[in-house]
């Protein structure tokens, strides 16, 4: 039996990489990979002419321009044009030459700023976005839609995973650019190196926020693509078919501080900087749709958060920013 053709878009990503770290397991699978350089994604007429000579079977498109509120407040065309662009070329290509099943990545970014906690599904497109990172939140959006469309109108398998706060090996650790975890453990690992009396927390320290571990994030995927059409459709609509992946558990930043405090082996205090901003008191994804069908996460925040400083202290050679 011939082997499945897989292309991983975005595949020296933090989520792509996760992804291939998953598939290369499987003795059935063929991976296809392109750097930047080899394909860029934004070129429309690159990417169909890619389709036609590589009969891809699959496609995991986890391709994207992604970025910290900085980046996104400060470059909003960027993040909505390039977002848009990179999934519309690759979803049409894929139609285009017969890929009958593909899985499109999103974000946690696309329910509304006020979205009821835990956020379900449903909450898609009932009220306003967080301001600092709509243009990123609409393309991801418009993702969704667009394999929903490829679905109602082709008959096409193009399915939706909105994944929590990742966090793991490849992830962003920018003293300046980065998400909370990444942030923390860089400032937690050189206060210990530095023999610092105490680290500080910005904000209250009370927010409360879930973290999936993005290995977890990758099983999750390959399992949401591997459901039979009955499995995944008894539990979706075909308007409203993206599944939310997450843990189901969230923590406060103390708690998160206190834990990273911990696995970095930093004896100093810990203090908070109420001064800055909290952001949003909750942000926690409602999991049922996903663990109705079959899946859930299997790796803790402390046993995850200590993979994931192996990797950095392995690596912070070619990590310092």
């Known amino acids: 039996m011939a082997k499945q053709r897989i292309l991983v878009a975005g595949h020296k990503g933090m989520v792509g990489s996760a992804l291939v770290r998953q598939l ?29 000579q590589e009969h891809i079977d699959q496609v995991y498109l986890a391709a994207a321009k992604v970025g910290g509120i900085h980046a996104n407040s400060t470059y909003p065309a960027d993040f909505i044009y390039e977002n848009l662009i990179i999934e519309a070329n690759i979803i049409h290509a894929a139609h285009l030459v017969g890929v009958q099943k593909l899985l499109f990545l999103g974000s946690s970014c696309i329910y509304p700023k006020m979205a009821e906690q835990p956020m ?73 190196c530095a023999g610092a009396d105490e680290v500080l927390v910005w904000g209250s320290g009370k927010p409360m926020r879930e973290f999936l571990h993005v290995d977890d994030m990758a099983a999750a995927s390959v399992y949401v693509m591997g ?40 004896d100093g205090e810990l203090a908070f900087d109420a001064s800055k901003p909290d952001g949003t008191p909750r942000k926690l994804m409602d999991v049922s749709r996903l663990r109705a069908l079959g899946w859930q996460a299997s790796i803790s925040l402390e046993s995850g958060l200590q993979q994931t400083y192996s990797w950095f202290v392995a690596n ?6």
């Open 24 to 52: 290369q397991n499987n003795s059935d699978v063929e991976l296809i990979t392109r750097s930047r350089s080899e394909l860029n994604l934004l070129d429309q007429a690159a990417v169909q002419q890619f389709f036609r």
């Open 120 to 192: 379900k599904e449903e909450a898609l497109l009932t009220g306003a976005l967080e301001p600092t990172n709509e243009s990123y939140a609409i393309a991801k959006i418009a993702g969704i839609k667009l394999c929903e469309g490829y679905n109602r109108q082709y008959g096409r398998d193009y399915r939706s995973v909105m994944p929590t706060n990742l966090y793991g090996l490849n992830d962003n650790f920018h003293p300046e650019n980065s998400h909370v975890i990444p942030a923390m453990m860089r400032r937690f690992h050189e206060a210990k």
């Open 227 to 266: 459901l039979n059409n009955d499995t995944y459709e008894a539990n979706t609509q075909p308007m409203l078919s993206h599944i939310n992946v997450g843990t189901g558990v969230d923590c406060t930043i103390r708690e998160l501080a206190e834990t990273m405090k911990r696995v970095i082996g930093f």
């Open 316 to 321: 912070q050679g070619v990590l310092r920013g």
